[in-house]
C-alpha cells in the first residue's frame, strides 16, 4: 500500500499520478527550452534582438495566397471534398497527388515518375515533426545514428523517449562518411541494436548542406551493414530546408531515393518553411511496407489526420503558385544572408570567427577563437545578456540596459558524449529569419563588441 498521502489542516493532499519514463523525463525542461522562456520572459519588443528562435520569417508567408487557396477550396466541394470534416490517416488524395506532381514537374532531387510511382507519399498529423515523433513510437527502441551538432528538438525528445545516440561529427558539407564508418565499427556486436539513422540533409543548426557524393556514400555503407547483418536499417533523411537553398551557387542536391537498393531509405519534407508552419503540412516518401502501414495508424491514434482545410489549401498552393513562392521565399532569405556574410567576412573573420551557413535555411553557425566561451555564464553570454555587471557594458547614458541577443549556444547542440564537447563550447546558432535585417545587423555589431569585449 502507498503511504503518501499527506493530511495538512484537515485537507487530504494527493500525491501526483505516477509518470512513465519518458513522462518524468519531459518534467524537466530542455536546456534550451529553459534558456528560450527565460529570454522571453525579459524580452523588451523593438529593443531586444531575439537570434534564438527558429521562426521563418512573417514576410515570406503568403497570407493573401492562403485566403484565396481557402476561398477556392470552399468554393469546390466537387474536388476538395468535405474540407472542413475529419480526414483520413494517409493523408488528402489531392495534397498526395499535388506533392507526386510538384516532385515530378520540377524534378526534386531529381526525382521522376519511374522513381516515385514505387515509393508511397503519406501526410503526417502534425507538420514534418510529427512525422518524426511517430517514428520513435514505431521502430524498436535503440541506437540512433545522427550528425554531431546535432537537430536539438528532436535528439532530445528521443533521448526522453529512451532512445541512445551515436553521433557523428559533421563539417560544413554534412557529416563525415569516414567517421560514419569508424563510429560503426567502433559498435560491434551493438551493430544490431541500431533501430535508425536520422540525417537532417540541410542541418539545424549548422546550415550545412549534405554534398551529394556524401549521401551516396551514407546509403552505401548503411547497406553494407544491413547485408552483413541481413536486416533493413531505415535512414530517415529530413529534408526540411532543401527547398531553401537560395546560394545559386549550390549544386543542385540529389535525392536519395534515386538509388536506394534496399528500400531503407525514407525523406521527410515540409512545407513550413516554403509557404507556413501554421499549415503544419509534413509528409513522408518512402518504399510502401510495414514502416509506413504503421505510421498510417499512428497518424490515426494522434489525431485521425492533418487538418484537411490545410492539406486542401496546401494541395491548391502547390498545383497553381509553388513556384513563384519558393523564388519568393528564397529571394528574402538570400538577401539578408548576402548582408550577414559580407559583415561576418569583413568584421568577425579578422577576429578569428569562422562559421558555416549562408547558402542554404536561415541559420549561421559561428566559432569563436580558443578560449572564448558561448555558453550560459560565459563572458560572451554575459555581454550579449547585458549581465555582465558592469554598468558602462550592460547599460546606456540613460541607465536603460542595453539590446540583449538571444542565441542558441553551442554547447546545447552537440551530443554531451560526442566528440565535439570542447569546440561547441564555443560556437553558437544565430537564425536570421525573425527579424529584419537592420535588427540583425545591430546584432552582428554587438556580438563584434562581444568578442573584443572578451579578448580585452
Ligand atoms: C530539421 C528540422 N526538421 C523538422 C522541423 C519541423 O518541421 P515542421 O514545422 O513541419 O514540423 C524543423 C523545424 O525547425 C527542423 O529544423
Redesign the pocket.
Known sequence: MRNNIIFKGGNVQLVDPELSSYGAACNIPAPINRMMVKFASTFRDGVDINLGV?YVDEETIPRDLIKNAMTHVLADPVKYRVALNYGGPKGSPNLIQSLYDFHIKYNIGGLTKDILDKKQIIIGP?????L?EGMAHIFKKGIVITSDPK?F??TSFLERSGYELLTVPEDCHGIQPELLEKKLASLGPRQDEISFVYI?TI??PTGSILKNERRRKIVSIVNKLCRKLNKKIPIIF?K??ELLIHDPAVTPLESSLIYDELDIVYE?G????IVA?SL???YLMGPPGKFIQAMVQRTSDAGFSCPLITQEIASYILDYHISEQIKKVNHGYRVKAVAISRYIDEQLKPLGVTYCGGQATFYYYLTLPEGMHTYEGSRFYHFMSRSTGDRSVDCADNGEKKPMVSYIPGNLCVHPKGDLVEIGKRQFRIAYSYESLDKVEEAFGYFKEAILYCKA
Open positions: 527558429g502534425n507538420g514534418a515533426t510529427s518524426l537537430y528538438i528532436y537532417v542541418n539545424n529530413d526540411a530546408y521527410v515540409t512545407l513550413s518553411k508552419p503544419r503540412v509534413g
